[in-house]
């Protein structure tokens, strides 16, 4: 989703969904599902890589550990059941049809034909030609006949039924035989026998014993022993045509079928049970150092197959689950720093997969390298994976405590991924918890690389450990692998310094190079608060440095407290008139305005800042802080006005209308741009700044808005409260408010003697000890005139709430 800032010409996308899903931060139901959904596709990726922790041999390598069967299991052989199939389909026997009507159905067809050419003799009205008749009589028989047969026939005048019986005489009783083509085709078969199937009954018997089969050359033998007797007494020219049709007529009556032969075939190979080797639990496959067979390679090949459909996605799924919940609901509820957002989980989410994929795809490339290059020791590419890479994003983007869990959470997948191997539980949680610690600073760019440099000597060292653990510290394998850890190291923080700032502009996340760049005074919108809004610009610089060593004294972000104090009244550059700090002296529109108005301009400053924050995109957290700087609290000067002015008998003034919207502060951050943002406003009301009326006037803005409850919702303790308070004096005693000393009056040397000249400073200063002294309870009366206390409140124009009424 985008959107077009014509405005600024940016193009921002994913706000909207952003914003709703920072909506979603304290549903239990998007956690749960985000949860689920996040488990369920880690265990989804994991649990067809769980049993693989056998190495992919081929027939002639050198096994590199002991192997053993993990459970009973049978192993198919499957060389050995092709080759039985193969042998059971060569013995299966073919099937043959035999054609049992062909008897009936040759002497309907002689009879038919002879009666026809026989009426067509006899009939004087017939105008047929002597070749029409021969081709009726060819095609009704389906049989070819010379002319001078056909004559021989016609001469006759197809007498009677005699000629049709002599022929059906001759050829019926051979065709009710099993006759074939050539006996020669049947010889394959004498081994196995046949199936003949009757064609009209469907009933099928087998055969071996071929001697009632009968071939074409065989049964024409027997027609014309036969014929000498049938045709003893036929004449000769008709005895020879009845011979030649009858001979021609002959046809085999069993014909090989071949769809139902590749039936049969097809049958007997289902049917075909395989070869199985049978492998008791503990059984020993194949030893360290002994040679690949093949009976060893299907054996293996068979166990990796087992544990593969054997894979419990249901149980890694419900434990993962049970890991993640414990941490999901632990952190959150004992370490208050955990208050995450519904990008944040998104976030964890997001990466928790992507590393397991990574993961993924660095098993299956070490598989490959290793087919390509066997010299390559088994685990060797496995070091090379960026481990750490997950830890570091969490610990720049978010904070190194999420990073440590997340850190504990990916060995443990990476245990389970790779069959429960300590060594790889153990190199990926030291990899990340060294690399996010690298990172918890992250300052520059280079901050990346250097956490990859310091991952990759500690891989290194890792590696080295476990060499000597397995006594194999000399071996030329080890070499490989400290190389690829060490690469391992390298990788992770290459990726990082690509990915950080993807994650950056994607999630609108605000790291410490974004705060640096932040910090620069040269920035656009600084420039312009300094140009249009002077004061606001000067006290911004002065709620810095004190955010800076508070935050330093409590353990919070400095860095992010500090640019958070220059952006947070940015919304005064829309009407900087309007607020006292830029006001020139004796100018005050408030003058002309009701209270109503001159609050809903105060008010206004909050939202305007969080929206040239949004044009700028300065980034969530800074706007998240410039929103709750002043938290919900009350513009008590107006407030006391409008009551002040208000017609007896109206509708009362709601006290809602004259409070910031808030919310309060929910980070120690924004807390101290709060703090410091009324204690440096309140001290320019100071007429002296000794150290006990800065620490009074420190203490008294604290107090009060401590007890406004305007710090209920964020991490502060008590005794961060004093720390601060410790802070603010002492930038304010030494820093600020420091005095000069008096400078020296000059003596100038003139052409005729010497003569002193005093300082015009030091004569102003002494014209003045003439005049009466300052009134310094007028001072507190013009601060009470404008509705505020000397101490502890401030400007009505200020933007600021004095955080209690007055």
């Not at 068979?302 to 919940?325: D, H, V, Y």
């Not at 941490?327 to 944040?344: A, E, H, M, Q, V």
């Not at 440095?545 to 829309?574: C, F, P, Q, T």
């Not at 304010?732 to 020296?744: D, S, T, V």
Request: proline letters at 4%; one cysteine or more.
């Amino acid at each position: 989703m985008f959107l077009f800032d014509k405005k600024k010409t940016k193009i921002r996308f994913l706000d909207p969904f952003l914003q709703k899903l920072n909506l979603l931060k304290l549903s239990p139901l998007y956690k749960g599902i985000l949860l689920f959904i996040t488990c369920l596709i880690v265990a989804r990726l994991i649990s067809p890589r769980i049993p693989t922790a056998i190495p992919d041999y081929q027939v002639g390598d050198i096994s590199e550990q002991n192997i053993k069967s993990t459970q009973d299991f049978l192993v198919e052989d499957k060389d050995s059941t092709s080759k039985k199939r193969l042998e059971n389909e060569e013995k299966s026997p073919s099937v043959y049809d035999f054609d049992a009507s062909a008897p009936e159905e040759l002497k309907n067809r002689i009879f038919s034909t002879f009666n026809q050419l026989r009426k067509i003799s006899e009939d004087p009205t017939a105008k047929l030609s002597f070749t029409e008749r021969k081709g009726k009589f060819q095609e009704a028989l389906g049989i070819k006949i010379s002319d001078k047969h056909f004559k021989s026939f016609t001469k006759y005048r197809f007498k009677d039924d005699s000629s049709a019986n002599d022929i059906l005489t001759l050829v019926a009783p051979l065709l009710s035989k099993k006759v074939v083509t050539d006996k020669a085709v049947l010889e394959s078969e004498k081994t196995k026998g046949i199936i003949i199937r009757n064609v009209q009954t469907q009933e099928e018997s087998f055969v071996i014993d071929f001697s009632s089969i009968l071939d074409l050359k065989e049964v024409d033998n027997q027609l014309i022993e036969k014929s000498k007797k049938v045709l003893e007494e036929t004449p000769w020219s008709l005895r020879l045509a009845s011979i030649d049709c009858a001979q021609k007529l002959l046809k085999p009556t069993l014909t090989f079928n071949k769809n139902e032969t590749e039936a049969k075939k097809q049958k007997v190979r289902e049917d075909t049970k395989p070869v199985y080797f049978k492998l008791k639990k503990g059984e020993m496959i194949v030893r360290e150092g002994d040679r690949i067979t093949e009976e060893t390679l299907i054996k293996l090949q068979g166990l990796n197959q087992l544990k593969r459909e054997s894979s419990p996605l249901i149980g890694i799924f419900f434990l993962i689950l049970l890991i993640a919940s414990l941490f999901y609901t632990f952190f959150p509820g004992s370490i208050r720093r955990f208050n995450l957002r519904g990008k944040d989980y998104l976030l964890l989410s997001l990466v928790l997969v992507g590393m397991v994929l990574i993961i993924n795809f660095s098993v299956f490339l070490s598989g490959a390298i290793n087919k390509a290059f066997p010299i390559l020791p088994h685990n060797a590419c496995l070091y090379a994976t960026p481990f750490a890479l997950g830890a570091v994003l969490i610990a720049v983007v978010l904070n190194v405590e999420l990073a440590a869990m997340f850190a504990v959470i990916l060995s443990i997948i990476v245990g389970i991924l790779l069959e429960n191997q300590l060594e790889f539980f153990i190199y990926p949680f030291i990899a990340s918890v060294v690399a996010a610690q690298q990172v918890v600073l992250y300052k520059e760019r280079r901050t990346l690389i250097r956490a990859g440099l310091i991952t990759g000597v500690v891989n290194v060292l890792m590696i080295l450990c476990f060499a000597l653990i397995k006594k194999s510290l000399f071996n030329f394998d080890a070499l490989f692998d400290l190389s690829f850890g060490f690469l391992g190291g390298i990788l992770t923080g290459i990726i990082a310094t690509g990915v950080v700032p993807i994650i950056e502009i994607t999630f609108d996340y605000t790291t410490n190079i974004k705060l640096l760049e932040l910090a620069d005074l040269n920035q656009p919108l600084l420039k312009e608060l300094s140009l249009k809004a002077p004061g606001s610009y000067q006290h911004s610089i002065m709620v810095g440095n004190l955010v800076e060593s508070a935050a330093e004294a409590i353990g919070a972000n400095s860095l992010l407290a500090r640019v958070s104090a220059y952006y947070h009244d940015i919304g005064k550059i829309k009407k900087a008139a309007y607020f006292v700090e830029n006001q020139i002296k004796g100018e005050n529109k408030h003058e002309k305005l009701s209270p109503s108005m001159s609050s809903l301009i105060l008010l206004a400053h909050v939202k305007d800042g969080v929206e040239l924050a949004k044009e700028s995109r300065l980034g969530s957290t800074i706007r998240d802080i410039i929103k709750q700087h002043h938290g919900t609290s009350l513009i008590s000067f107006f407030y006391q006005k409008a009551k002040s002015q208000q017609n007896p008998g109206s509708q009362p003034i709601s006290e809602k209308d004259f409070r910031y919207l808030g919310p309060k502060p929910q980070t120690k951050e924004a807390a101290l741009v709060m703090l410091a943002d009324a204690v440096e406003a309140a001290s320019k009301t100071l007429t002296e700044t000794t150290p006990a009326r800065i620490q009074g006037m420190v203490q008294k803005i604290i107090n009060n808005i401590f007890i406004d409850g305007q710090l209920d919702e964020c991490e502060l303790t008590l005794k961060n409260l004093h720390s601060i308070a410790n802070s603010f004096n002492r930038i304010l005693a030494r820093g600020i408010f420091h005095q000069r000393i008096e400078y020296p009056s000059v003596e100038l040397e003139e052409s005729g003697g010497k003569k002193k000249v005093d300082d015009k400073d030091k004569k102003s200063a002494e014209a003045d000890k003439d005049k009466p002294k300052t009134d310094k309870g007028g001072s507190e009366r013009d601060l009470k005139r404008l509705g505020i206390s000397k101490v502890g409140n401030k400007h009505p124009s200020s933007g600021r709430s004095p955080n209690q009424k007055t």
